[in-house]
């Protein structure tokens, strides 16, 4: 269970400029419901919209506030590629499947896009995204996936910027050049998941804050959730509950690791099927809730998450 003082959110800018919101109300007493999310993050918030978009039951218990962890204080970063980079993913999976990958990632950013206009979220959404080299080395390495981005992936959307060119966006002798990306972009994390929440609440999903999963069992081919306030019956239940899961090492003999291969026509192995309970099924998040720097719900490759040798600046494009 959640540190039982980590009940509202902290200081942060992001709390600070917060826009107005509902307060969702603790469950109390006992309900039932088809989908169980654990979790009131960017994980199990864009697991329950499209749910309860599509006319499916579905209800969300969070342990604190809305966007409490990393969803709401990330740097709110919406980026296109990955936090290891292309070429990792390309020696684990091969060119073929990579550009796989590469296509979620580009298709996740148009998903957040689509979602801000169409549900009308307030949290600063701006396009334009550079990469900066501070060193000759970032400079060769950036010229040299520029290159390999626009033959292998089809990204003739980037804009390569010498440092004169930079020096008109950043206005600073610092930097070498930059890889200009007017696709990916920046917004304000905690205002992005709370229109998530409000969009996921309006198409019928029930949202319970304050309310710490503390146990579950197996009830009549389903779940049962145990709350300190209340229950839930379900038959799905899914844990995206980041690495705020108290109960993580009851449920760690039913994880299966997620493999490095992915199907050609299907998503990652990124959710683990638990042993099934009748028609019951229980999906462990196998993620954070903003993999990578983005902040969007997507995939990510089995590599490791070593930060990139160059820098970056969000710069509004023109």
Same mark, same amino acid.
């Given at each position: 269970?959640? *540190?039982?003082?980590? !009940?509202?959110?902290? $200081?942060?800018?992001?709390?600070?400029?917060?826009?107005?919101?509902?307060?969702?109300?603790?469950?109390?007493?006992?309900?039932?419901?088809?989908?169980?999310?654990?979790?009131?993050?960017?994980?199990?918030?864009?697991?329950?919209?499209?749910?309860?978009?599509?006319?499916?039951?579905?209800?969300?218990?969070?342990?604190?506030? =809305?966007?409490?962890?990393?969803?709401?204080?990330?740097?709110?970063?919406? =980026?296109?590629?990955?936090?290891?980079?292309?070429?990792?993913?390309?020696?684990?999976?091969?060119?073929?499947?990579?550009? #796989?990958?590469?296509?979620?990632?580009?298709?996740?950013?148009?998903?957040?896009?689509?979602?801000?206009?169409?549900?009308?979220?307030?949290?600063? #959404?701006?396009?334009?995204?550079?990469?900066?080299?501070?060193?000759?080395?970032?400079?060769?390495?950036?010229?040299?996936?520029?290159?390999?981005?626009?033959?292998?992936?089809?990204?003739? *959307?980037?804009?390569?910027?010498? !440092?004169?060119?930079? !020096?008109?966006?950043?206005?600073?002798?610092?930097?070498?050049?930059? &890889?200009?990306?007017?696709?990916?972009?920046?917004?304000?994390?905690?205002?992005?998941?709370?229109? =998530?929440?409000?969009?996921?609440?309006?198409?019928?999903?029930?949202?319970?804050? &304050?309310?710490?999963?503390?146990?579950?069992? $197996?009830?009549?081919?389903?779940?049962?959730?145990?709350?300190?306030?209340?229950? =839930?019956?379900?038959?799905?239940?899914?844990?995206?509950?980041?690495?705020?899961?108290?109960?993580?090492? !009851?449920?760690?003999?039913?994880?299966?690791?997620?493999? $490095?291969?992915?199907?050609?026509?299907? $998503?990652?192995?990124?959710?683990?099927?638990?042993?099934?309970?009748?028609?019951?099924?229980?999906?462990?998040?196998?993620?954070?809730?903003?993999?990578?720097?983005?902040?969007?719900?997507?995939?990510?490759?089995?590599?490791?998450?070593?930060?990139?040798?160059?820098?970056?600046?969000?710069?509004?494009?023109?």
């Amino acid at each position: 269970m959640i *540190h039982p003082n980590f !009940k509202e959110y902290l $200081p942060s800018y992001y709390f600070s400029t917060i826009n107005p919101h509902a307060a969702y109300p603790k469950l109390e007493g006992r309900l039932k419901t088809e989908t169980c999310v654990i979790g009131g993050g960017l994980t199990g918030l864009c697991t329950a919209l499209p749910l309860a978009e599509n006319g499916r039951e579905v209800t969300v218990l969070e342990a604190a506030r =809305i966007g409490f962890g990393a969803s709401g204080r990330s740097g709110g970063q919406v =980026i296109s590629d990955y936090a290891c980079g292309m070429e990792e993913i390309e020696k684990q999976v091969g060119l073929e499947q990579a550009r #796989w990958f590469w296509q979620q990632s580009l298709q996740a950013v148009e998903l957040v896009d689509e979602r801000v206009k169409k549900h009308q979220i307030a949290c600063n #959404w701006q396009r334009g995204y550079a990469t900066v080299a501070i060193r000759p080395q970032h400079w060769e390495e950036l010229q040299q996936w520029h290159e390999h981005a626009r033959q292998h992936y089809g990204a003739t *959307h980037y804009q390569l910027w010498d !440092k004169a060119t930079l !020096k008109q966006q950043l206005a600073s002798d610092m930097y070498l050049g930059a &890889q200009f990306d007017p696709h990916s972009g920046h917004l304000h994390p905690l205002n992005y998941t709370l229109g =998530i929440a409000r969009a996921a609440a309006e198409a019928g999903a029930q949202i319970f804050e &304050q309310s710490p999963m503390t146990r579950i069992e $197996p009830y009549q081919g389903g779940w049962l959730v145990h709350t300190p306030d209340g229950s =839930i019956e379900c038959q799905n239940l899914v844990y995206a509950v980041n690495t705020y899961a108290g109960l993580h090492q !009851k449920f760690k003999s039913l994880e299966k690791k997620p493999s $490095p291969s992915a199907p050609s026509s299907s $998503p990652p192995n990124r959710w683990a099927n638990a042993p099934k309970n009748s028609s019951a099924t229980t999906w462990l998040s196998a993620t954070t809730d903003t993999s990578s720097t983005t902040t969007a719900s997507v995939p990510t490759a089995a590599c490791s998450s070593a930060a990139k040798t160059t820098s970056s600046s969000t710069i509004p494009t023109a």
